[in-house]
C-alpha cells in the first residue's frame, strides 16, 4: 500500500518559515521525481517545485528564491523548506509522486504526470 503523508502545515505569520515533510511508505521513491502542489481557496491546483529524478531543483516563479525543495533518500522524505512566507501562499500543499516512466532531467510541473499523492497540509499565512 503505497501511502505518502504532508505534515508540518501551520498558521504562520507574513515572513515567518515552515517546513513540510513528506513520508513515503509501500514504495521507495528515491530515484522518482518528486513534487509539491498547492491549491489555495478559489484557485486550481498549481505547481510549485519540483526535485528531478536526477535530483535538480525548478520552481515556479511565484516561490522561486523563498521555497527549497529537498530529498532524503535514506528516509524516503521529501521536504519543503518555505521561507518568507506571504498571505498569498495560503494553500493546501500537496506532495506528489511521479508516476512510472520519466525522463530523469526532465522537470515535470503538471499534475497529470503524477501518480501518487498524498491527502495534504494546511498552510496558512496570515498579514
Known amino acids: 500500500q503505497v501511502q505518502l503523508v504532508e505534515s508540518g502545515g501551520g498558521l504562520v505569520q507574513a515572513g515567518g518559515s515552515l517546513r513540510l515533510s513528506c513520508a513515503a511508505s509501500g514504495r521507495t521513491f528515491s530515484s522518482y521525481p518528486m513534487g509539491w502542489f498547492r491549491r489555495a481557496p478559489g484557485k486550481e491546483r498549481e505547481f510549485v517545485v519540483v526535485i528531478s529524478g536526477s535530483d535538480k531543483n525548478y520552481s515556479s516563479d511565484s516561490v522561486k528564491g523563498r521555497f527549497t525543495i529537498s530529498r532524503d533518500n535514506a528516509k524516503n522524505t521529501v521536504f519543503l523548506q518555505m521561507n518568507s512566507l506571504k498571505p498569498e501562499d495560503t494553500a493546501v500543499y500537496y506532495c506528489?509522486?511521479?508516476?512510472?516512466?520519466?525522463?530523469?532531467?526532465?522537470?515535470?510541473?503538471?499534475?497529470?504526470?503524477?501518480?501518487?499523492w498524498g491527502q495534504g497540509t494546511q498552510v496558512t499565512v496570515s498579514s
Open positions: 506528489a509522486a511521479k508516476s512510472l516512466g520519466y525522463k530523469t532531467d526532465h522537470y515535470y510541473t503538471s499534475a497529470s504526470d503524477y501518480g501518487y
